[in-house]
Structures are given as C-alpha cells and as structure tokens.
C-alpha cells in the first residue's frame, strides 16, 4: 500500500525521523535498522532481512524502487517529494529510498569462527565510516567475517551500511564476549594464529610467510587514535605493521585494513 505522506510527526514514520538509532535496535522484539539507497536494500532483501516499510521520492515509485516495492509486497510504503523527505529525516536521501528493516539474531563468535579461515577483529572501533569501510574490503578480498568487540559501533547504523555497500548483509559478524585479552584466548582456542596490526619496534612486516602460510588467521586492528590496547598487543602471536615511505607511520584503520586483507587472503 503506498501512503502519501501528510503528517510528517505520524509515528508509523518514527523509523525514519529518529536520529538516535541506538533507539531503533532497541524497538521491538528484534529491533530494527535503516538501509539507504536501492543497490543496498537489494542485497539486505536477497540476505533474507524482512522489510518493515519503505519510505521513497515520489518519482522512484515507478523507476528504480518499483522492484523493490514488487519484493516488499503487503509492506507499507510511504512517500512525498524529495523537499518533505529531507525536512522529514533531517538528510538528503541517496537515490531516494529508504527501507526499515528488522534485525535477525547474531550468529555466536564461537560459530563463526568455527567456520572461518581469514577473520578480521575490531577492538573498540567507534567511527562508522571506518567500519563499513573495513567490511566492504573484507568481503572483497576474501576475508570469511568479521568480530568486534562490545565497544565498538553497530555495524547496523545507516552510515556503516552505506560505506559498507551492503556487505554487512553478506559477511558473517558478531560480537565477542568478551574484551581484551579474554578474547584472544579465544580466537587461540579456536586454532587461529593472531597478528595485531600496531606501531611497535618488535614487528614482522605484513608479508611475512608464517602470516601467509597460517591455516587460520585473525587480523586485530584498533580505535582510532590510540589503536590496539598494549595487553591485546602482548597477548597476540604477532604484531604486523605496513611498510611506509615518505616518513609517514601509519594508516587510518579503514586503509590499514585493505592493505592488510589484500595482503593475508585467500588470493593474494
């Protein structure tokens, strides 16, 4: 049913006009998230993710959201023009089309892992560009999932599955348990060897063969600023770093990361 929009504070709407979207995991039984844009909703639908409703420009009922509208059938859809969009969610909508969503029960750490070779670890990283960041490299270079620990951001936040282009949806994740160095004790449990990538003089460049040759392999990588916590550090089997020119020590973790999965996947 496509719904023109005539009050914008109606709370079937709440989804799109609440900025705080620790609110929106919260909603529910499940909680809910936002994905933005129609390549995106397309991979979160073919993930299996059930839509809640749609909100779309009035033009993309009939151009590039009508698939979509096909795929949600019985689902709300709410539409306007793009000026009542924007005053309704407080942003300009990327290509149009905005679909709520509802959360599916996280797959346990232990689980993943069992099923892995290539895991990346964020330990507390907040920034939500930089986690969709790292799993759209992830997934493209062959990594088989991704961890975080419980300080890190929701990888469900609309702008992490936007940078993300939608991997979030095709990339196994969870979160661990535990903080460090509980958790390395895990992923040793687990038969991973784990290599942190910090500035420290007691490092192995990142293509060295004992990296490459390891049967299952975890690449920890920190917060921004401050990086790895030095007991995560201590508690590794190595700590890897990326040769550097110019006088230049580091990368931000987004880039560290594709440097690092293109260097320790599958086909590299």
């Known amino acids: 049913m496509i719904t023109e929009i005539a009050d914008l504070s109606a709370p079937e709407l709440y989804p799109y006009t609440d900025t705080a979207e620790k609110r929106l995991r919260d909603t529910g039984e499940q909680g809910i998230f936002v994905a933005e844009s129609p390549k995106v909703i397309r991979t979160a639908l073919d993930a299996g993710y059930e839509p809640v409703s749609l909100l779309t420009e009035r033009k993309y009922i009939t151009g ?51 099923g892995a070779r290539r895991i990346a670890v964020l330990e507390d990283v907040m920034n939500q560009t930089n986690i969709g960041a790292v799993f759209r490299s992830a997934a493209a270079l062959g990594f088989d999932g991704v961890l975080l620990t419980p300080g890190s951001s929701d990888p469900l936040y609309r702008r992490t599955i936007r940078v993300s282009m939608g991997t979030v949806f095709q990339l196994p994740w969870s979160y661990l348990a535990s903080g460090s160095p509980d958790y390395i004790a895990e992923l040793k449990s687990s038969g991973y060897v784990t290599a942190a990538m910090a500035l420290r003089s007691d490092t192995v460049r990142i293509d060295d063969p004992r990296l490459k040759g390891a049967d299952r392999l975890a690449v920890l990588l920190g917060t921004e600023g401050t990086g790895l916590k030095e007991k995560t550090i201590a508690a590794c089997d190595y700590t890897i770093k990326i040769p550097m020119s110019h006088g230049v020590d580091s990368l931000n973790v987004a880039a560290a990361s594709a440097v690092a999965f293109w260097a320790l996947g599958p086909n590299s």
Request: hydrophobic letters at 40%.
């Open 64 to 114: 590039q959201a009508a698939d979509i509208i096909d795929r949600c059938s019985g689902v709300p859809v709410y539409t306007a023009d793009t000026e009542v969009l924007e005053q309704l969610t407080g942003f300009r909508l990327t290509q149009g089309v905005l679909c709520a969503m509802k959360r599916r029960e996280l797959r346990s750490a232990g689980e993943i892992l069992a």
